[in-house]
């Protein structure tokens, strides 16, 4: 079970150069958002998202990440527990590139780095070069409306937020020659205005996507009392 992110000084040093961005008058909106993104209940969510990859054995390089918010929890749960290597956060905020960049910094390669190397080994290694490049990237994008498969393959592809847009169903008609794992979660929390899909069971969640082969599902009561509800399968 992973019940803990490994807050090294390089998390640190990221998580409070996001702070300081609060200073700033045109990050002031963003200021309850990031507390929230920070709550129990978010770290609670990810860790169980992890553990149960991490149980069923999935072997995890390419993660698309729809609608990521500012992926501060997950994307050092990802890299740091599973090994992934290359993670897309892809959300409509435009304030999330800012943000999700600033809390995962540490992952974003240098561009000097790849500058220095053997101009003839990237050009035979392109593919590699790309995928080191972007251990971490953030695109603005619209999951509902625009297919995902011009930014690669993926092996996995999550949505925490399957509460606030349209059932899965559309993602998956408009990424229909992809045969990814998804692995989804939402809540039955009807309180906030841009919750507009809730579920009452992971039955439900699993039956919105699509997801005919379930390799995993359930349900967790968290801190702040909302009940949220997993599915993984195709
Ligand atoms: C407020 S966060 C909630 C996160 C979620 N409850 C969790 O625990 O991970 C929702 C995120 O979904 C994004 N979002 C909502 N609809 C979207 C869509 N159709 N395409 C991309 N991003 C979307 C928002 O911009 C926001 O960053």
Not at 19 to 30: A, G, I, P, T
Not at 93 to 120: A, G, L
Not at 135 to 157: A, Q, S, T
Request: aromatic letters at 10%; hydrophobic letters at 40%; a negative charge.
């Amino acid at each position: 079970m992973v019940d803990h992110i490994k807050f090294t000084t390089e998390i640190a040093e990221d998580w409070k150069s996001v702070l300081s961005l609060l200073h700033h008058d045109e990050y002031n909106h963003c200021i309850k958002r990031i507390r929230d993104a920070s709550s129990t209940s978010q770290l609670q969510s990810k860790l169980w998202l992890v553990s149960e990859i991490v149980n069923l054995n999935i072997d995890v390089e390419k993660v698309a990440l729809l609608a990521g918010w500012y992926a501060n929890f997950i994307t050092p749960l990802l890299i740091d527990e599973l090994g992934v290597k290359y993670i897309l956060n892809l959300d409509s905020d435009p304030d999330v590139k800012t943000i999700s960049y600033k809390f995962n910094k540490r992952y974003k390669i240098d561009h000097d780095q790849i500058e220095n190397q053997d101009m003839n080994h990237i050009i035979r290694n392109l593919r590699e070069v790309f995928d080191v490049a972007c251990l971490y990237r953030c695109e603005i994008h619209n999951v509902m409306f625009e297919p995902i498969k011009n930014y690669g393959d993926f092996d996995l592809v999550i949505n925490t937020s399957c509460e606030h847009m349209f059932p899965m169903s559309r993602f998956r008609k408009l990424n229909k020659s992809k045969n990814y794992i998804y692995v989804l979660q939402s809540s039955n929390d009807r309180q906030y205005d841009d919750h507009i899909n809730c579920v009452d069971s992971a039955d439900e969640l699993a039956d919105q996507a699509d997801i005919v082969d379930v390799i995993y599902s359930g349900e967790m009561k968290l801190s702040n009392g909302m009940t949220r509800y997993m599915v993984i399968g195709r």
